[in-house]
């Protein structure tokens, strides 16, 4: 059954950097489509970034040019490196996969899910 592990809650002040990750098992990493999605308090759930199985990557525009979205097929982990980070960035992050190769954050349905991080960025 698949998997998926995020790393734990951070606090960070306006301007900082985080990295997420995100711990797959139990699916074919490099065959998957793999996404980062958000929640913050009170609003609807956004995508954020993706990569598919030919690494072709989405952003969402409030992101492009600060996030970038890596993967580690090796050790099954998925990535999302956060810089000059706001405080409109503060949320639930999550991970995604879909078993479709070729998905994208803005337009895929995901099957499986991570648990949530919780990003707090302070002013």
């Known amino acids: 059954q698949a998997q998926l592990v995020q790393s734990a809650g951070v606090s960070v002040q306006t301007g900082g950097s985080l990295r997420l990750s995100c711990r797959a098992s139990?699916?074919?990493?490099?065959?998957?489509?793999m996404a980062w999605f958000r929640q913050p308090p009170g609003k609807e759930r956004e995508g954020v970034a993706s990569?598919?199985?030919?690494?072709?990557?989405t952003y969402a525009h409030s992101v492009k040019g600060r996030f970038t979205i890596s993967k580690d097929n090796a050790k099954n982990t998925l990535y999302l490196q956060m810089n000059s980070l706001k405080p409109e960035d503060s949320a639930e992050y999550h991970c995604?996969?879909?078993?479709?190769?070729?998905?994208?954050?803005?337009?895929?349905?995901?099957?499986?899910w991570g648990q949530g991080t919780q990003v707090t960025v302070s002013s």
């Open positions: 995604a996969v879909t078993d479709y190769p070729y998905g994208d954050v803005l337009s895929s349905n995901f099957e499986y």
């Open positions: 139990g699916l074919t990493f490099d065959d998957s489509t």
């Open positions: 990569i598919d199985s030919m690494d072709r990557l």
